[in-house]
C-alpha cells in the first residue's frame, strides 16, 4: 500500500522509524515544495531493502552511481554501461565492479558515504515536503554499491550534523516532560557523549529542563539529543507526574485524588487521511 504525507505532520527521521521497525522494502521519494526562495520543486529518492537503506539518488534513470563513479575519475559512463550488462541481474554494480576488479572496498565505502550518508542527511533540514513510500519499487541494482545502512544510522547521523532544527521544532520533546527507556540494558548503539549523559538520566521523574540544569547544558540542546533518542527507538516522551500537595493534619482527605499531569506543548494536528493511510500501511505485510 503507497503511504503520502507531508514532513509537516511526519517528519523524516519519523518515517524512517517507521520503514525501519516494518522491515520495509521500497522507494520513498521526498519532493521539496515551491516558495518564495525555491520556485523549482526537486526529488529525492531513497531505496529501502528490509528497512535498511541501500541506495539514494535524484533522477530514476538508474544511472546516478554510474555518473558518481565517472566524476571521482575512476571510469567514463560509457565503460561503466557496458560493464553494467556483463553483471548478473541480481548482483549491485557496485559490488559487481568490485569483483571484477575495477573498484576497491575503499572506493565503494566513499561512493555510498557521497550518495546515501551525504544526500540522505541534507534533507532533515527540510522545512517541509511531500512524500510518498511504494512498496511495490524493488531495489535498484544499478544504483547500489552493495553496501547498506539501517535507517537509524543514518538518521543519527543526520540529526548529529544538523545545524538549523527549525524544521523539527515542533517536533522536539516538551522541557517540561521526562523520558523513559523502552529497552531492556543499555543501547547497543554507538552514542556521543552527550547522547550519554542524558540518557543517564532517563527515569521518568526528571524533566528535560532539570535535566539541561544539571548538565549544565542549554535546553534546547537537551530537546534535540531526547529526540534522537525518540527516533532510534531507545526512549519515550512521557508527561512529568506532579504529586499533589500534601493534606494538613486533622483534615480529611479528598475521596478521588489523582495526580496532576504537568502542561506540555502542543502537538502538530495530523490530517485524518494521512492516519488513515498510516494505519492501512502499518497493518500491511511486512
Known amino acids: 500500500m503507497t503511504v503520502t504525507g507531508y514532513l509537516a505532520d511526519f517528519s523524516l527521521p519519523e518515517l524512517f522509524q517507521l520503514l525501519e521497525q516494518g522491515n520495509k522494502t521500497g522507494l520513498l521519494t521526498i519532493c521539496t515544495l515551491a516558495d518564495q526562495k525555491h520556485a523549482e ?3 529525492h529518492h531513497i531505496w529501502f531493502n528490509q528497512g535498511q537503506i541501500v541506495a539514494a539518488g535524484n533522477t530514476l534513470d538508474q544511472r546516478g552511481l554510474m555518473h558518481l563513479i565517472a566524476q571521482r575519475g575512476w571510469m567514463g559512463d560509457n565503460a561503466v554501461s557496458r560493464l553494467a550488462q556483463t ?3 541480481n ?3 557496485g559490488l559487481c565492479l568490485k569483483n ?3 573498484l576497491t572496498a575503499e572506493q565503494l565505502k566513499l561512493l555510498f558515504y557521497t550518495q546515501v550518508m551525504r544526500q540522505v542527511c541534507a534533507l532533515f533540514a527540510l522545512p517541509d515536503g511531500w512524500f510518498q513510500f511504494d512498496p511495490k519499487v524493488p531495489p535498484p541494482r544499478a544504483e547500489m554499491t552493495g553496501l547498506i545502512a539501517t535507517a537509524t544510522d543514518v538518521t543519527l547521523a543526520g540529526l548529529r550534523a544538523l545545524k538549523d532544527w527549525n524544521a523539527l521544532a515542533e517536533k522536539l ?3 517540561s516532560s521526562a523520558l523513559i527507556t523502552i529497552i531492556e540494558g543499555k543501547p547497543n ?3 556521543n557523549p552527550s547522547e550519554w549523559q542524558v540518557w543517564e538520566f532517563i527515569s521518568g521523574t526528571m524533566a528535560l529542563a532539570d535535566i539541561a540544569q544539571q548538565l549544565n547544558l542549554p535546553v534546547a540542546k537537551v530537546q ?3 529526540f534522537r533518542l525518540i527516533v532510534t527507538g531507545l526512549a519515550e516522551e512521557m508527561p512529568l507526574l506532579v504529586a499533589p500537595p500534601p493534606t494538613s493534619l486533622g483534615m480529611d482527605e479528598p475521596e478521588d485524588l489523582e495526580p496532576t499531569v504537568a502542561s506540555g506543548g502542543t502537538a502538530a ?5 494521512f492516519l488513515q493511510n498510516l494505519v492501512g500501511f502499518l497493518k500491511g505485510k511486512v
Open 41 to 43: 520543486r526537486y526529488n
Open 87 to 89: 553483471c548478473q541481474v
Open 91 to 93: 548482483t549491485p554494480l
Open 100 to 102: 571484477q576488479g575495477v
Open 173 to 175: 520533546p516538551d522541557p
Open 189 to 191: 548503539l554507538r552514542l
Open 224 to 226: 534535540q539529543v531526547a
Open 269 to 273: 494536528p495530523v490530517s485524518a487521511s
